[in-house]
């Protein structure tokens, strides 16, 4: 595509429920990155992930967090057992390589809501 | 620890006036640096990147930004601010790893005002 693309853009769900958070990067990009942004906290590195495989999971902030890419494409963010703390904009980016210099393309994130 | 720090979470600028966002970091080992902005209702965008080389850095929009390494900062200038500028800036640094992670600063909101 175009550009990253992040499903859905807007997500109420009840505490305790399980979400799914989608990410489209570029055609071609190998490298994926989900931040989440929140108040007072700013914007934090969650997971990345080169190809299909994730070497840094340092910022998934508990095991309720997991994510997963496939076919070096799509990836999925899911928060299970959701609490309110979780309540934030989950970003997703993607690079066109792996180098610490490359630009990061972001999509337009998925803001979720627990209530 | 390495840390990166964007002084003022808002600034407010008259249209034509010099916009100076001031960020510095610290690090033990070389920075890469970005500048990344998001306007309202959109993602993030990249406006300049210091990565090596000239430590004067131009960007898309009229931003420029200088690598001042005995002061450890990169902050982000435009002479002469303009009503579309109004938007979240960030200061963004990539360092310690072999990929693009990046640690961004808590955000400057510029408001312009006519």
């Known amino acids: 595509g175009a550009g990253v693309s992040q499903s859905p853009s807007n997500k109420v769900t009840e505490k305790g429920k399980d979400v799914e958070l989608r990410c489209d990067p570029i055609?071609?990009?190998?490298?994926l990155y989900w931040y989440r942004q929140s108040l007072g906290q700013g914007l934090e590195f969650l997971i990345y992930?080169?190809?299909?495989?994730?070497?840094?999971k340092s910022g998934l902030p508990s095991d309720r967090f997991s994510a997963e890419r496939t076919g070096g494409s799509v990836s999925t963010l899911t928060i299970q057992r959701t609490q309110q703390e979780d309540s934030a904009v989950y970003l997703c980016a993607s690079t066109l390589n792996r180098g610490q210099d490359t630009e990061a393309f972001f999509g337009q994130g998925t803001r979720l809501t627990v209530v | 620890a390495q840390s990166v720090t964007q002084l003022g979470s808002h600034v407010s600028v008259s249209e034509g006036a010099l916009v100076l966002l001031r960020c510095n970091y610290s690090?033990?080992?070389?920075?890469?640096l970005f500048w990344y902005v998001q306007y309202p209702n959109q993602g993030l965008q990249l406006l300049l990147k210091?990565?090596?080389?000239?430590?004067l850095v131009k960007g898309i929009n009229g931003f420029e930004a200088e690598f001042k390494k005995s002061e450890t900062s990169f902050h982000l200038t435009k002479p002469s601010a303009h009503m579309s500028d109004a938007a979240e800036y960030f200061c963004?640094?990539?360092?310690?790893?072999?990929?693009?992670?990046?640690?961004f600063g808590q955000g400057t909101i510029l408001t312009v005002h006519p």
């Open positions: 055609s071609g990009h190998t490298a």
């Open positions: 992930f080169q190809g299909n495989s994730a070497p840094d």
């Open positions: 963004v640094v990539s360092w310690g790893t072999s990929y693009g992670k990046l640690t």
């Open positions: 210091y990565t090596t080389g000239a430590t």
């Open positions: 690090s033990s080992v070389p920075p890469y």
